[in-house]
């Protein structure tokens, strides 16, 4: 994937700068040889770093439209090319096009697409983007869109909202428990010790969930347009035995949720984006296990195996995962 940014961040500086060699050529779009004049290295340079500070900001930005947990090249993609779409909606130096071909080149474009596109790449939106439960949602998060806090009073700030969503969606979720597919998670998950075993039974139409994150986002468009917006992450685990049958044996820990987008300013509120990793989804599930007891693809068993469980898998004893649990340091979850 990383080449593929590359790839593509070359692609994109060679566009910008093809009038420049056209005019230092007389047309013929071929340098001649010997030292580049001074001022045509110095106009190279800055449509370089222009193009450079531009691809940094996409793939940060995209970073807020990928799904809360297990998140594929392919996926990355998408969320680079709906983040884009929603900022600069005239491609005119052909950025997303240039990301497009560099993934489709290294062949890590998703799965479930026959065209490459922006419209088969970019994420769906809802069909009913004013759900019933938003209104309520928003007025449980408090921002005062104020950049002077420090970053104790940012920290306590997103955590007063974090704990504020999380027991508006428990009381949601308590009278319609429908609601749980909306978000990718599951009602009737228990909560776990950290070696799997049950610590507290959580029957529907409960369930035990995390809001991982709530965050408020302002972005300033190229034609000088403010974009206001809340990323909220929510998750929920589950201890999945290797064996099938007991977690003593090994398990692994199998995530799912929603990362949602939504517009708050008074008047327009709405949900935006709802990009969901379904908890329940036998395929990931199946795809996790393989990669856990070492029955992946061949050539990819011991070093992905090595990477992400220390070559060995979770038993009774403490965690084995030194690179995919890297920001899972506190065990339990945070909401209860």
């Known amino acids: 994937m990383v080449y593929a940014v590359y790839e593509a961040f070359r692609n994109i500086v060679a566009r910008r700068t093809a009038d420049l060699i056209r005019l230092a050529t007389g047309g013929s779009g071929e340098l001649p040889p010997g030292a580049i004049p001074p001022d045509l290295v110095n106009r190279l340079t800055v449509e370089t770093c222009k193009v450079a500070r531009h691809v940094l900001r996409m793939c940060i930005r995209a970073l807020d439209y990928c799904p809360p947990v297990d998140i594929t ?140 994150n709530v965050r408020p986002a302002r972005r300033i468009t190229p034609d000088g347009d403010l974009r206001t917006d809340i990323i909220a992450v929510i998750d929920q685990r589950r201890a999945i035995p290797l064996d099938g049958k007991d977690v003593k044996n090994g398990f692994f820990w199998f995530r799912g949720g929603a990362t949602l987008i939504i517009d708050p300013r008074k008047g327009k509120e709405e949900v935006r984006y709802t990009i969901v990793k379904n908890s329940d989804s036998e395929s990931r599930q199946q795809r996790q296990r393989a990669m856990a007891t070492g029955t992946a693809a061949p050539g990819m068993r011991t070093s992905l195996r090595a990477l992400y469980f220390g070559g060995q898998v979770q038993g009774g004893g403490a965690p084995a995962e030194p690179f995919a649990m890297l920001h899972a340091g506190r065990g339990e979850y945070g909401n209860d």
């Open 73 to 212: 090249f392919g996926e990355y993609l998408r969320a680079l090319i709906t983040s884009d779409l929603e900022m600069v909606p005239n491609d005119r130096y052909g950025y997303r096009v240039a990301f497009m071909e560099a993934f489709r080149k290294q062949d890590i474009l998703p799965t479930d697409i026959r065209t490459v596109s922006e419209e088969t790449l970019s994420w769906n939106t809802l069909q009913g983007r004013k759900p019933t439960w938003l209104e309520d949602v928003i007025k449980s998060i408090a921002f005062t869109w104020n950049a002077d806090l420090d970053r104790s009073e940012i920290f306590e700030r997103n955590e007063q909202n974090r704990w504020s969503l999380w027991r508006q969606l428990k009381q949601l979720f308590q009278a319609h428990p429908e609601f749980y597919a909306d978000f990718g998670l599951s009602p009737g998950v228990p909560r776990y010790h950290s070696d799997g075993t049950i610590k507290q039974e959580r029957p529907t139409p409960d369930s035990t969930f995390e809001v991982y």
